[in-house]
T-cell receptor
């Protein structure tokens, strides 16, 4: 009965590959987010969708493309993975001010 | 024990003592602030929040204090326990983009997070 879930939890891949991370929330929230957390624990917003509509698109390489098939799902596709993409990626959702986070996807690009 | 989140990212306290974790935020226009804790290998978990029209809010064993004059936010944890040992992260809402009104209420679009403070509790 996890509120915000992400798959996979771990992702190890080679440079240049394309990969996707999936996120689902069963909280009935309208807004979903993708964050990147670096090795110093800084959480940085990448994208935000409200009712399947993109509302935040930070300065992120266009190799990163979010997709929201419905308001309960927000997936992140990454093309041509680079070493610097290695990080923990968190999905979150909110109905009002408080954002609820998923468990994270640990991406390691070799 | 007390820490300044940006300059002393580690705070060590004795079990049973009160802890104070500090955070300096950046934007005087921010109107909503939130504290999360993050255990190793997990996502951030909500602790407590406060709006800019308040200067204090209490939860269970935690109190958040907001000083808008000096743009300072602090989290006080009473009777610190070993289970209180994750990383504590503060965040502010910059209102950029502005809040979006949907059927469930207002959805705040963007939180800016601080680096976090590691709390170590000694028995």
């Amino acid at each position: 009965d996890t509120a915000v879930s992400q798959t996979p939890k771990y992702l190890v891949t080679q440079m240049g590959n394309d990969k996707s991370i999936k996120c689902e929330q069963n909280l009935g929230h309208d807004t979903m987010y993708w964050y990147k957390q670096d090795s110093k624990k800084f959480l940085k917003i990448m994208f935000s969708y409200n009712n399947k509509e993109l509302i935040i698109n930070e300065t992120v390489p266009n190799r990163f493309s979010p997709k929201s098939p419905d308001k309960a799902h927000l997936n992140l596709h990454i093309n041509s993975l680079e070493l610097g993409d290695s990080a923990v990626y968190f999905c979150a959702s909110s109905l009002q001010e408080t954002q609820y986070f998923g468990p994270g996807t640990r991406l390691l690009v070799l | 024990g007390e820490s300044v989140g940006l300059h002393l990212p580690t705070l060590s306290v004795q079990e049973g003592d009160n802890s104070i974790i500090n955070c300096a935020y950046s934007n005087s226009a921010s109107d909503y602030f939130i504290w999360y804790k993050q255990e190793s290998g997990k996502g951030p978990q909500f602790i407590i929040d406060i709006r800019s029209n308040m200067d204090k809010r209490q939860g269970q064993r935690v109190t958040v204090l907001l000083n808008k004059t000096v743009k300072h936010l602090s989290l006080q944890i009473a009777a610190t326990q070993p289970g209180d040992s994750p990383v504590y992260i503060c965040a502010e809402n910059l209102n950029n983009p502005p809040p979006i009104l949907n059927a469930g209420g207002t959805s705040y679009g963007k939180l800016t997070f601080g680096q976090g403070t590691i709390l170590t509790v000694h028995p």
